[in-house]
């Protein structure tokens, strides 16, 4: 069972960065994609962005140019570079981790973590 843990949350204003992580508690082999979600009050989850163990990844067109994915594959990591945030970024940001792709639709990956708060605000 793989347990992974998000950590980096928290309150920036407009315009600011955040720096979001996700460490598994095993490894994560090259047969997972690594997924970001957020779901904000009152809303549907939403997929942000996901990377394969090449590298090669895909994003929202809601965060598109502004956050960055990324993977170490040696230390089970993936995280997520917040930039240029927004109001309407706030939302539970969660890692997620599975053995297919499912494109950019959110979906119930396999493996979750409990999430992290990201407040945009000022």
């Not at 502004?66 to 089970?76: E, G, L, T, V």
Request: with cysteine; proline share 2%; glycine share 10%.
């Amino acid at each position: 069972q793989v347990e992974l843990v998000e950590s980096g949350g928290g309150l920036v204003q407009p315009g600011g960065s955040l720096r979001l992580s996700c460490a598994a508690s095993e490894i994560i082999d090259r047969t997972y994609w690594l997924y970001w979600v957020r779901q904000a009050p009152g809303k549907v989850r939403e997929f942000i962005a996901t990377i394969a163990w090449s590298g090669g990844s895909i994003y929202a067109d809601s965060v598109k140019g502004r956050f960055i994915i990324s993977r170490d594959n040696a230390k089970n990591t993936v995280s997520l570079q917040m930039n240029s945030l927004k109001p309407d970024d706030t939302a539970v940001y969660y890692c997620a981790a599975d053995r297919k792709y499912y494109g950019t639709q959110a979906h119930e990956y396999y493996y979750w973590g409990q999430g992290t708060q990201v407040t945009v605000s000022s």
